[in-house]
């Protein structure tokens, strides 16, 4: 009989990032249940994104949670009102927290992490958060994650019982093109991942917000072939 | 000029723990924002309550957002197939977690208030949680709120810049009697609050559910009329 393997939760967003984590939490062995977030991003197409993701990596499960974010506003990513910014290829990232922060995102993501994984009983929740490329914001940092999975251990019956859920980081030290690169040596295919904060309407990446230029650096850096559809290509 | 007050977020339930918190952070000089959750609870006629006691006590604006915990289980208070226990009233609570548990719940409102304070610029956020009543449940204890906090300035904008919120537990020390001593003096109205997990169909409260229990005996140590319509009254 073989064992069942340890389940996990994995955060998926529908970009390169989180599905390179999925890729890797599959890869250490672990059963995976994928979480997207529908929390009223205007680059929706990334959930369609993160369903296609979840599906051709194998993961065990994906589930899709609405959360209303757009009720507090603050972010160009979720405030019609606001503009996303962009920026020529070799402008440099203003200095500072961007626009496009939304307030405490990954806390409430991670919370809703933990509250599944207390469910199904799973030994992990990874995240694809890296603090390379992370552009500014808070709530990507280490020290962040590290006191939130202190935190979260003393809120849930698993931390208390003395089991507490590890909260798995793999791609933090890492930077866009080292990224790539191990997803694309296990076999993430980017072609089904979504990045851009401003897509048109059929979901072609507008190569100009941050995340664009992040990515398009990255597929030239790790020398892998970029698979995403631009405007420009057009 | 009389100079703004500082804004506070402050989660309502709409049972009388929140309800005292609400009036504690008004009589500390807060304008207060209120927030409410709604996920799926069986007890929804909380979320009227937390709508009446919002009003009544003159907080400045009242939210409840839409999250779907059903969406995980594992809770009485939130999947039909679990049962929510009853006590006879002179009952020792059982050891342990109850089910009435929903996993990580306060880790994930608390998330939501930090997002909240965030765009409102506030100064605060208050949650009416208690660790003399907690009555088991890990999301409750002076530790996690502790380290929440320190998550929390991590997370946020407000922290990197300096300005860290303030998480404000003006209950975490009272018995339920002394919780509604202070509500009494400050002027809340506990009619308006509702505390039964499980009340009949017109809203009158069990009496047998842990929550009721606890109520009832708090009202009686306290010395203050207990205004809850229960289903034994009828």
């Known amino acids: 009989m073989t064992p069942t393997p340890p389940a996990a939760v994995v955060l998926l967003s529908g970009g390169l990032d989180s599905a390179t984590a999925l890729a890797v939490a599959i890869d250490r062995g672990f059963r995976c249940h994928t979480l997207a977030f529908d929390y009223g991003q205007r680059h929706r197409h990334e959930l369609e ?14 589930k899709c949670i609405d959360i209303d974010l757009r009720a507090f506003g603050g ?7 606001l503009d996303v910014p962009k920026h020529d290829a070799d402008a440099e990232f203003p200095p500072g ?15 809703f992490a933990v509250a599944y994984a207390e469910t ?16 500014g914001y ?21 931390g208390v019982e003395g089991r507490p859920l590890a909260l798995e980081t ?6 866009k093109a080292q990224i790539i690169a191990t997803g694309a040596r296990l076999g993430v295919d980017y072609g089904l991942t979504h990045s851009c904060y401003d897509p048109d309407p059929e979901g072609r990446a507008c190569g100009a917000c941050d995340s664009c230029r992040l990515r398009r650096a990255g597929f030239r850096d ?3 072939p970029d698979p995403t559809r631009y405007v420009s290509d057009a």
Chains 1, 2 share one sequence.
Request: aromatic content about 8%; hydrophobic content about 50%; proline content about 6%.
């Open 120 to 135: 199904l009983d799973a030994e992990a929740a990874f995240i694809g958060v890296n603090a390379v490329d992370y552009s």
């Open 138 to 158: 808070p709530d990507c940092r280490p020290e962040f994650i590290g006191a939130f999975q202190s935190a979260a251990a003393l809120a849930t019956k698993a």
């Open 75 to 81: 972010s160009a990513l979720t405030d019609d009102e």
């Open 222 to 224: 790790a020398g892998v």
């Open 97 to 111: 927290i961007p626009i496009t922060y939304v307030p405490a995102r990954n806390l409430i993501f991670l919370s």
């Open 170 to 175: 793999p791609l933090i030290d890492l930077t």
């Open 49 to 62: 994104a993160a369903g296609r993701v979840s599906a051709a990596l194998g993961a065990a499960s994906h």
